[in-house]
Each structure stands twice: as C-alpha cells, then as structure tokens.
C-alpha cells in the first residue's frame, strides 16, 4: 500500500464536503459561508490564527454543533446538519484540542470503548480481522491489542489513563479514535504541549495510518512545519471566513495568508 | 462526669452486656443496608448524568405503591392464587419502572440537555411531586401493607443465644442484606465486564467522548435511570415489609444525604460504606450516648455527622480529591 500521489487525490472521490456553511453563537459569527471538501485518501489540513472557526468546523463536521446556513455530504449523502450519533456509526472519528478521555478508565478500556459501535470497516483494515469462529468480544479485543501494539502504549495497558502525562493520553485517544476503524479521522491539534520527539512520533503514526490504513485525516494544527510536511491539501480560515485553499506550496505563498498570519497595515 | 459519661460509661455498657450491644450493631447495619441502596440510586443517575435526582426516594416509595397497587387490582380482577398475583404485579411493577426511565428520558432529561446543574437539579423536584400525585391519584393516598408473604419473603425471628443473651434477627432484614449484597455484586459486574457497562463508565466520566465514539447518551440515560428505579424498587419493598408503604417513607430519601456526603457522588463503593458508618453510628449512638441529650437523636446524629466530614473531608470517603487549578 502507497499513499496516493497528489495527482490521484485531486483526481479522487469526495469523502466529505461542507458547502456555504455559516455558524454564529448569539451575535458572534464563528464560522462564515465556508465551503471545502475532504478526498478520500487525503491528509487534509486546517489552519488558521487563533479564533478562525478550526475547532468549530471540526465540530459541525461530527455533529456536535448545528449550523444556521449550508450544507454537509459525507459519502455522497447531503444533510443540513450531522448528527454526533451518525457521524460516528458513519464512520467519522476525532481527537480533542483538550484530551477528552475517560480518564477513570484504563487505557486498554478507552480504546474498547472506541468499538462501542460496531463499524463498517474499510477494506484497509483486513489486517485486523479475525476468524469468525472468535466471539465478538475477543475479537475486538484483539484489534484493540493491535492497536495498542501500534501505538507503542503496551506498558501502560491497565493504568487508568487520567495518571498518565499528557503526551501519552494524546497517543491514547488517537487509539480510541482508531479502534473506530474510521473513513474520516479527525484530529483537533494532535501535537499540541508536546515536545520535538513525540511530535516526530505523533507524525509516524498519522503518516502510518494514512499510508497503510488509507485513512482519510483532517487535522488542525499550529506547528506549520508539520502542516507542510503531512498535509496533502491545507484549507485556511481566518475570522470564520476561508482565505486560502490549495496544496502546501500555494498556501505559503498566498498574500491573504501571509497577512492573516503576520498581520497588515490597514 | 461529663466526660465519664461521654467516653467511659458507653464502653463499659457495651462490654457489660454483649448481647445487646450486637441486637444494636445487628440493627445499624440493617438500617446501613437500606441507606446503602438509596444512596445507590443517587449514585448511578449523578455519575452517568451528573443530574442530583432530588426524585430517588419517592421513587422508592412509588416502585412499592405501585407494586402493592397493580397486586390489589390483579386480585380484584380475580387472580385468585395470590404468589401468582404477586409476581405478575413485581413483573409489571418492572415494567412500569421501565417505563418512567423511558419517560423520563424523553420529557425531562432529553429537553433539557446542557442546561445548568440546578435546572436538572429542579426538574427533579418537579418530578417529586408529580409522582407523590400521580401515584395518589391511581392507588389512592391510604398506606398499605407490602405483599411480603406473597412473594416469599421470610417472616418472624431467629433468636440466637450468645454472648450470654440473646440476640434476635428479623428474617426480613437477613433477606433484605443479601438480595442488597446480590444486587450490588450484581451491578458492579454489569459495569465492569459488558459493553453496555463500559459504555456507562465512559458516560460518566465525558459526555462529549461518548458522544465522539457513537456511544447514545439517550439510551445509556434510560439505562441508569431504569437501573436505580430497580435498586429503587428493592429498596422500596424491603422498607415496606419493615413497617408499611405510604408517602410517609418519602423522608428515607433524606436520610440518604448524609450517606452521600460521607461516601461521595460518584462512588458505589462510597455508597455502600457510608450507608453502613451511618446506620450503625446512628443506632449505637442512639443507644448508647442518646441518653445524655434526652433520647432522640437517632433523627439527627447522621447530619451532624456528615457536617463534620463536610469540614475535614468535603470531596467524600471515596470521592476523588477536589483540586481546583488557578
């Protein structure tokens, strides 16, 4: 497996696409008729200052909030609004900008709690099938031992995950995220509070999950050296409205962008 | 003399006749086991939805009203075999518990979601005194007598004689400890060991990672509210075979608060424990040091009690150390 080239993502399927959509809380407007789409296969990534509407368009996507205006088509289905429920039996799987984890539970618990729905599964993830002759609960155990073995958490299997450092619930919820065995993974600042090295590794297994798995990630992050290096396609929001959209190299160079970023003279 | 009285005249009491000091402790712990499961029914509701069901005890007293009152209708319908009766009402007094999670669900909880704490916290209230009136309404508002013999539950005494005396023990209150042992056991291996258990612990600890992992908070929330009308219902007929089922034994639900605040919100072990220090404190201090402030304090010891571990202890015997981060 080969993680497909740029030419094949721009020529790929539309996993997901978001058309007009406008969020406002009370007067604040969070989101601004924004409009993107997620290519199956893709690494695709957020950007943004701090307030653009990242976060928030990460939750109108699974479902946590319902926007006023526009339009969401995930897998060829056009809705007004997900559904958190319909999002994730859909196949759409995220991580937190704070680590939301079940932190009374273990971590081999959180990752079980991940299977919770029984998921379709994409053909990529054969490798964690299992003989049918298995109950259901030892098979999925045995994908959340994968999983574990993947993310190289093994040492910390049965400590409930509420005592471990932050670097490592970070690694935990992706695995919880993961055991979703998800088409659409969303990753809100992944590599946030973390030091060099566990970035280097945070970015192995999103690239490992992309690569192998096929996976489809969107991810949101600050760390533009990372963005560049991951990312197939990067869609910028600045203010709620989107400024820039196209692959690393057009985005670095985009006016609009260099300007959000660095601010004008007005 | 005072202090005599205080701290050296109990203890010789208790060594001078044994036998009376266990009938006392035998009683406490009876009474620990009851509070025990209403605190239980807190328990479950406050951590899968952070909702404090001011409604647990008198659904206590509505589970057992309403299985007194489907068994007398049944009767009147002319079921003649009265263990018959009897347990067709306890299965349709299952179902109707059922029931009110599933409404309660939907017509409070669902609509009202991410609301503040004390919105829910009042809702609750509401809920109170809707069941106290609609259970008045359909099975009268007379007290009544809990169908003991006819579901089998033991009656009369065992005396033993030890300790040179002896020591009497409802056979009731044997029963009510282990179907409370079997119950709890029972619980705390649905939550450790299935999904749906799992489903209920990662409920508990964040809504929106539930939510994120295709976990129905609405289904989990019908669960646990089912959960505790059954401890509910238990509750309600072992208090009921002890004295007798009317709206008066709404006033147990108060006496759980105590339990809570020694045991915490969140924790089952917490409600199991702290059920049994108050019941048996309340009992043996009755006893034995009630006579220095004229008897009597058997009504108010619990909550003077509590208020002592609110000042030493706030967070609970069990309750996780509250850590507010500036």
Redesign the interface.
């Known amino acids: 497996m080969r993680a497909p080239s740029v030419a094949e993502i721009a020529a790929g399927d539309v996993l997901l696409a978001v058309e007009g959509v406008s969020l406002a809380f009370g007067g604040v407007k969070a989101v601004s008729d924004v409009s993107f789409d997620i290519r199956k296969g893709e690494i695709r990534a957020i950007i943004g200052p701090n307030g653009a509407g990242k976060t928030s368009m990460l939750n109108v996507i699974?479902g946590?909030y319902h926007p006023q205006a526009g339009r969401i088509t995930f897998k060829g289905k056009t809705r007004r609004a997900m559904r958190?429920?319909a999002a994730?039996?859909g196949g759409i799987?995220?991580t937190?900008q704070n680590v939301?984890?079940?932190?009374?539970?273990t971590t081999l618990?959180n990752i079980?709690?991940?299977r919770?729905?029984k998921m379709h599964k994409s053909f990529f993830w054969q490798i964690f099938r299992h003989g049918p002759a298995l109950s259901e609960?030892i098979e999925h155990r045995k994908t959340a031992e994968e999983i574990i073995d993947f993310l190289e958490i093994e040492h910390i299997r049965r400590i409930p995950v509420g005592k471990l450092p932050y670097g490592l619930q970070k690694r935990v919820e992706l695995g919880?995220?993961l055991?979703?065995e998800p088409d659409l993974l969303l990753l809100d600042e992944p590599m946030a509070g973390m030091n060099l090295e566990e970035k280097e590794d945070m970015s192995r297994y999103i690239l490992s999950m992309n690569n192998y798995y096929g996976t489809t990630i969107a991810l949101i992050e600050h760390d533009m050296g990372v963005v560049m290096d991951l990312s197939d396609r990067v869609v910028v929001l600045d203010y709620g409205r989107k400024i820039a959209d196209g692959t690393p190299d057009e985005v670095k160079k985009n006016k609009a962008v260099i300007d959000a970023y660095l601010g004008v003279a007005h | 003399m005072l202090l005599y009285k205080i701290f050296i005249d109990p203890f010789v009491q208790m060594g001078a006749s044994p036998d009376l000091f266990v009938q006392t402790l035998w009683e406490g712990l009876v009474a620990g086991v009851l509070y025990a499961l209403i605190a239980l029914g807190f328990v479950l509701i406050f951590k899968a939805s952070g909702v404090f069901n001011f409604a647990q005890g008198i659904m206590v007293v509505f589970g057992a009203l309403t299985l007194v009152g489907i068994y007398e209708i049944l009767v009147r319908w002319g079921i003649s075999q009265e263990n018959v009766a009897a347990f067709l009402a306890l299965g349709l007094t299952i179902g109707v518990m059922f029931l009110l999670a599933f409404a309660v669900e939907r017509i409070v909880l669902k609509p009202l979601v991410n609301q503040p704490d004390i919105i829910l916290f009042m809702a609750t209230f509401g809920l109170t005194y809707f069941l106290i009136g609609f259970g008045e309404y359909v099975f009268g508002g007379s007290s009544k007598v809990m169908i003991a013999d006819q579901l089998y539950l033991p009656k009369g005494f065992i005396d033993l004689k030890i300790l040179g005396g002896v020591v009497s023990l409802q056979k009731i209150d044997i029963a009510a400890a282990v179907i409370a042992s079997i119950m709890v056991t029972g619980l705390a291996l649905f939550f450790s060991k299935t999904?749906i258990g799992?489903?209920l612990?990662?409920v508990?600890?964040?809504h929106?990672?539930?939510?994120?992992?295709?976990?129905?908070l609405d289904q989990i929330w019908v669960i646990v509210w089912f959960a505790s009308g059954l401890v509910a219902l238990v509750t309600g007929i072992m208090w009921g075979a002890r004295s007798e089922v009317s709206f008066a034994l709404e006033v147990i639900a108060l006496r759980a608060l105590p339990v809570l605040i020694l045991g915490g919100f969140t924790s089952i072990p917490g409600a199991i424990v702290g059920g049994l220090i108050i019941g048996i404190g309340e009992k043996l201090g009755d006893f034995y040091w009630g006579a220095l402030l004229g008897r009597g304090i058997e009504s108010w010891l619990a909550y003077f009690i509590a208020l002592v571990f609110l000042l030493f202890r706030p967070q609970g015997l069990f309750g996780e150390k509250i850590i507010e981060r500036v």
Request: charged share 25%; proline share 2%; aromatic share 6%.
């Open positions: 699974n946590f958190p429920h994730a039996a799987a995220r937190f939301a984890l079940f932190k009374s539970m618990d079980m709690a991940g919770s729905l609960e919880r995220a055991a979703m | 999904r799992r489903a612990r990662a508990a600890d964040s929106k990672a539930a939510l994120s992992v295709g976990i129905s």
